[in-house]
């Protein structure tokens, strides 16, 4: 399982994605964080690691319904991301992916390390152990504790 997130902090802004990698029982295997100073795409470099990982069946999440459906619908030719969104499609054919919406309060891992690479200047960060302060979302995650949106 797969999580991915964008993050604006302060002002000036600062952006930043996140995500992390889960099995199926939900056990942290990786996270990923890192500062977006151009362009860069939060699915693409979460579907690298866990290719990369070896990880051939992956659900990802993400709470951009608009990303989603470039990725799921017909090919876009004048689209400014058009190349990397057939980058996207050609790992998603290469492997077993789904790609499914979630609200963003759903998706609190991912939020926490898109955070994470807003306050970073690192362009990506590979977190083998999970940093201090998402154990408390594991944990709650396991309690199976629900957080209602505002």
């Known amino acids: 399982m797969k999580s991915s ?8 802004a600062r952006s930043g994605f996140g995500g992390i ?3 199926t029982f939900g056990h942290y295997l990786a996270g990923f964080s890192g500062y977006i100073q151009g362009s860069s795409d939060i699915l693409y470099e979460g579907l690298l690691l866990a290719i990369n990982m070896g990880i051939d069946e992956l659900v990802c999440y993400s709470d951009s319904l608009h990303r989603i459906n470039l990725i799921k619908g017909p090919q ?5 991301h058009a190349v990397l ?6 790992l998603f054919s290469q492997s077993n992916v789904s790609l499914c919406h979630t609200l963003r309060e759903g998706n609190q891992y991912a939020d926490f390390f898109a955070k994470l690479g807003a306050s970073s200047n690192a362009d990506f960060t590979n977190h083998d152990c999970p940093p201090e302060g998402v154990q408390d979302l594991l944990k709650n995650d396991a309690l199976e504790i629900l957080f209602l949106k505002d």
């Open 5 to 12: 997130i964008l993050s604006c902090l302060g002002s000036p």
């Open 21 to 23: 990698i889960r099995n």
């Open 76 to 80: 876009v030719k004048f689209h400014m």
């Open 85 to 90: 969104i057939h980058d996207i499609k050609d």
